[in-house]
Nanobody, 124 residues
Framework: QVQLVESGGGSVQAGGSLRLSCAASGRTFSGYATGWFRQAPGKEREFVAAINWSGMTTYYADSVKGRFTISRDNAKNTMYLQMNSLKPEDTAVYYC?????????????????WGQGTQVTVSS
């Protein structure tokens, strides 16, 4: 497994932007597909975006499509989530995850490693 640490969360007004980072350590990051999930208070964890091992394939939840961009830099063992046009309903704890397969997945149970999460709060 890899160890994952998120950063970049914070508070922003609606319409603003944030960039989350997920730093990996412990094993070769490039062999893993990775993703972002989020969980709002009182709600189930939900899929946000995923990216395959090479960065060539991405997949987004409909709720963030066109506003969020997932990317990765394997040389830096880091994944990113650029979030633009943020809405109050984007408020949640955001988690990064990694799976020991090259291909994307949108189900949390398909991931082996998880970070501790970073809070994103969007005010109206």
């Amino acid at each position: 497994q890899v160890q994952l640490v998120e950063s970049g969360g914070g508070s922003v007004q609606a319409g603003g932007s944030l960039r989350l980072s997920c730093a990996a350590s412990g094993r070769t990051f490039s062999g893993y597909a990775t993703g972002w999930f989020r969980q709002a208070p009182g709600k189930e964890r939900e899929f946000v975006a995923a990216i395959n091992w090479s960065g060539m394939t991405t997949y987004y939840a409909d709720s963030v499509k066109g506003r969020f961009t997932i990317s990765r830099d394997n040389a830096k063992n880091t994944m990113y989530l650029q979030m633009n046009s943020l809405k109050p309903e984007d408020t949640a704890v955001y988690y990064c995850a990694a799976r020991q397969y090259a291909f994307v997945a949108s189900v949390g149970d398909d991931y082996d490693s998880w970070g501790q999460g970073t809070q994103v709060t969007v005010s109206s």
